[in-house]
C-alpha cells in the first residue's frame, strides 16, 4: 500500500463548476500537507499548504486536513480552463522530504 | 532569477551508457532533490541532499548517484542506464524554514530520457 493515495482521474468538468480532488495516507505523523499544481510538460509549483489540521483559503482554492481520517482535500471554486493541469498532494513529517501523490488531471472545459 | 535549471531537456541513451543530469539553482538554497515522475507513481525521491557536500538516499536510489560539490548545483548519475530508468526527471530546491512553514520546493522544468 503506498503511503498516499491520489485518485488519477482524469476529471472533467464544466467551465464554473466546484472541483474537488482528493487525497489519502497511512501515516500519522505527517504534519505538512500541500497541494502542487502541474502544467502539461512544467514542473510542479506549490499552490496550498497546510500545517497540521484544518482548513486554509486563498482564492478560489480551500484546502482541507482531516487528520483523524488520514485525508485531505483541494476545493476550487468558480474553475476556470486555466485551472486545467494535474493536481499533486503532498505532505511530509519533518517538513523537508516529502511524498506526493500520483497526481489527479483536471479538465475545465469552456 | 532563472530558478532552477536542468540540463539537458531530452536524452536518448542506449541500454548500458552512462550520462549526467545537471541541475542548477541560483537562489541560494540548502536542500536539493531528484525526483523521477512516472505515470500513475507520482513524484518518487531519488537522492537528496541538506547542504553543499552532503548527499542522501530518497525512496529509490538504486542505479542513481548524486554529487553536490558545489552549493548551487546538484548532479544525478546514471552509471549503466536500462529501460527501467526512462522516466521524466526533476530537480528542486528548497530553504530551511520556520517550523510552522511547509517546504516549498522549486522545481526545474525536467529532463525527458529515453532508454533503449
Known amino acids: 500500500q503506498k503511503e498516499v493515495e491520489q485518485d488519477p482521474g482524469p476529471l472533467s468538468v464544466p467551465e464554473g463548476a466546484i472541483v474537488s480532488l482528493n487525497c489519502t495516507y497511512s501515516n500519522s505523523a505527517f504534519q505538512y500537507f500541500m497541494w502542487y499544481r502541474q502544467y502539461s510538460r512544467k514542473g510542479p509549483e506549490l499552490l496550498m499548504y497546510?500545517?497540521?489540521?484544518g482548513n486554509k483559503e486563498d482564492g478560489r482554492f480551500t484546502a482541507q486536513v482531516d487528520k483523524s481520517s488520514k485525508y485531505i482535500s483541494l476545493f476550487i471554486r468558480d474553475s476556470q480552463p486555466s485551472d486545467s493541469a494535474t493536481y499533486l498532494c503532498a505532505m511530509s513529517v519533518e517538513g523537508f522530504k516529502t511524498i506526493f501523490g500520483a497526481g489527479t488531471r483536471l479538465f475545465v472545459k469552456a | 532569477n532563472a530558478g532552477v535549471t536542468q540540463t539537458p531537456k531530452f536524452r536518448v541513451l542506449k541500454t548500458g551508457q552512462s550520462m549526467t543530469l545537471l541541475c542548477a539553482q541560483d537562489m541560494n538554497h540548502e536542500y536539493m532533490y531528484w525526483y523521477r515522475q512516472d505515470p500513475g507513481m507520482g513524484l518518487r525521491l531519488i537522492h537528496y541532499s541538506v547542504g553543499e557536500g552532503t548527499t542522501a538516499k530518497g525512496e529509490v536510489p538504486d542505479g542513481y548517484n548524486v554529487s553536490r560539490l558545489k552549493k548551487q548545483n546538484f548532479l544525478l548519475g546514471l552509471e549503466s542506464a536500462a529501460p527501467s530508468q526512462t522516466s521524466v526527471y526533476f530537480c528542486?530546491?528548497?530553504?530551511?524554514?520556520?517550523?510552522?512553514?511547509?517546504?516549498?520546493?522549486?522545481f526545474g522544468p525536467g529532463t525527458r530520457l529515453t532508454v533503449l
Open positions: 528542486a530546491s528548497s530553504n530551511v524554514r520556520d517550523r510552522e512553514l511547509a517546504d516549498e520546493q522549486f
Open positions: 497546510t500545517y497540521s489540521s
